[in-house]
């Protein structure tokens, strides 16, 4: 069934249990050691079971399959689920964010029962939905609303909530232009964490490189700044299929910027036609890549149905990498697909266990296996890759 823009609410389902109630320290067992035990009694569940967890799906309380699909994804996401199932988010939680910490512990208990519930159950996401639409109001209400937006403001309140900073510096206004790249990249790093350090950053964020040359005298200026995800453009090729680098190698190409486009070159101090090309300077341990399928125009948004090869295991990255780069190797764990046209669609999710690596679909209530050979489709909409070999990160 297609979620449309025009629904009958359901009523309001029971309220998520209080795990944090069974979940926090007694006088009589140490913090810690509750925690291991928890985690043991999950692991050993899952062991000694023919059933693998992680297999719960979600109610859709009225066009919510965007959000079930994006918490579907991230329940997979192995470092992220181990962080809200081992309590570890506790103590990271700070009362200076604007929610005071209400969203990043009903995200916690979501993925705890959705990993410690029978498979053949559903939970409803009604609590943690009500935690998201207090922090950003524009998921307020049973409207269809766009996957790759939910991800970013999702993402970013959990991580306001458990950043490792409690007061931010002021911002520096010295200029970093005088020093080669390598180095002015380390320092915009270094001066994005003094504000902005979280464990939710620590997987998602990458450093993107952005290189702006001058026509006229050949100075090029460079700017280093975080990213979440990467959009995609999708090329339009007359046969229908295009494969993921060929995205990956649009998005990177180099654009003349003219006309009105013309930025004002630094060394020149007057506008001039210019070239811009992107490159990925720190290759983050997650890896969203959101294909561009949608476009608005003054008429009408259209949606790009173009099937897009993707690589399951070994994409390798180094050829976008802004320096030389020994390992930037990624797997896909993830896929959060929409199928339908942009006035009635319906998202779903493919993911790979971290525990027994089979892939299942995710349709909201429903989880059913399926085969590897069919996670690629033209309805692919965010890919989720993790790093191969972590250790190697640059």
Request: aromatic fraction near 10%.
């Amino acid at each position: 069934m297609r979620d449309s823009y025009t629904v009958t609410l359901p009523e309001e389902p029971p309220a998520l249990p209080d795990l944090h109630k069974d979940l926090r320290p007694r006088a009589s067992m140490p913090g810690s050691l509750l925690v291991s035990t928890f985690v043991g009694l999950v692991l050993n569940k899952t062991k000694s079971s023919k059933a693998v967890q992680g297999l719960t799906g979600l109610r859709n309380l009225g066009n919510t399959c965007f959000m079930n699909s994006i918490l579907q994804c991230l329940s997979n996401t192995k470092e992220l689920r181990d962080y809200c199932l081992q309590n570890q988010y506790l103590r990271d939680l700070n009362n200076n964010s604007r929610m005071r910490t209400a969203l990043m512990s009903e995200f916690a208990k979501l993925i705890q029962l959705l990993w410690t519930s029978s498979p053949n159950e559903s939970v409803s996401p009604s609590e943690f939905k009500t935690q998201i639409q207090r922090y950003a109001p524009r998921f307020v209400g049973y409207n269809q609303q766009d996957a790759q937006e939910f991800l970013r403001f999702l993402l970013d309140g959990l991580h306001s909530e458990v950043n490792r900073v409690l007061v931010r510096p002021r911002a520096s206004t010295d200029t970093l232009d005088h020093l080669p790249d390598d180095e002015k990249s380390r320092q915009m790093w270094r001066r994005y964490q003094e504000r902005e350090d979280s464990r939710i950053s620590d997987l998602f964020v990458g450093q993107l490189k952005s290189s702006l040359t001058c026509s006229e005298c050949g100075y090029c200026s460079t700017a280093f700044d975080p990213f979440w995800d990467l959009s995609l453009p999708i090329p339009k090729k007359g046969y229908g299929e295009v494969t993921l680098m060929d995205c990956l190698r649009l998005f990177t190409k180099e654009d003349v910027l003219d006309g009105d486009e013309k930025p004002t070159c630094c060394r020149c101090k007057a506008r001039t036609r210019c070239t811009k090309k992107f490159s990925i300077q720190k290759f983050p341990k997650i890896l969203v890549l959101h294909l561009k399928r949608f476009s608005e125009s003054r008429i009408r948004s259209s949606k790009l149905t173009t099937f897009v090869n993707f690589p399951l295991k070994d994409l390798d990255l180094r050829e976008f990498a802004s320096q030389s780069c020994n390992h930037a190797v990624y797997n896909l764990y993830a896929v959060s697909n929409h199928s339908g046209t942009t006035m009635g669609g319906h998202y779903t999710a493919y993911c790979k266990s971290p525990v027994s690596s089979e892939w299942h679909t995710f349709n909201d209530s429903r989880v059913t296996p399926m085969s590897s050979s069919h996670v690629r489709s033209s309805d692919a909409y965010l890919l989720f890759y993790e790093l191969a070999s972590p250790s190697s990160r640059m």
